[in-house]
Nanobody, 115 residues
Framework: QVQLVESGGGSAQAGESRRLSCVAS????????MAWYRQVPGEARKFLAS???????NTMDFVKGRFFASRDDDKNTAYLQMNNLEVEDTAVYYC?????????WGQGTQVTVSL
């Protein structure tokens, strides 16, 4: 069973930056997209951005210009660079990928942003 493990969460102050990492237990070179989502209590998990195989990215408008998804296939790792954090960015952040047709989620990492 493939596993995804996120790290890099924690507390931050508004305006700071933080980089999340998502390490896969096997090669991601064949994975079409490494995606990032976030979830706050009482709401559905929300797509943020993805790093597409080949180098392109897909980013939702509400975080565009602040959040940047990337991937390093040699390290089996995806990243989410988050800049100019806002209090509203407080959430649990998850990475997601399709491995051989199965959807795999990480366990999530909490990011808490305060003024």
């Amino acid at each position: 069973q493939v596993q995804l493990v996120e790290s890099g969460g924690g507390s931050a102050q508004a305006g700071e930056s933080r980089r999340l990492s998502c390490v896969a237990s096997e090669s991601i070179s064949g994975v079409p997209a490494m995606a990032w989502y976030r979830q706050v209590p009482g709401e559905a998990r929300k797509f943020l951005a993805s790093a597409i195989r080949g180098g392109s990215t897909n980013t939702m408008d509400f975080v565009k210009g602040r959040f940047f998804a990337s991937r390093d296939d040699d390290k089996n790792t995806a990243y989410l660079q988050m800049n100019n954090l806002e209090v509203e960015d407080t959430a649990v952040y998850y990475c997601n990928a399709q491995f051989r047709g199965s959807t795999v989620w990480g366990q999530g990492t909490q990011v808490t942003v305060s003024l």
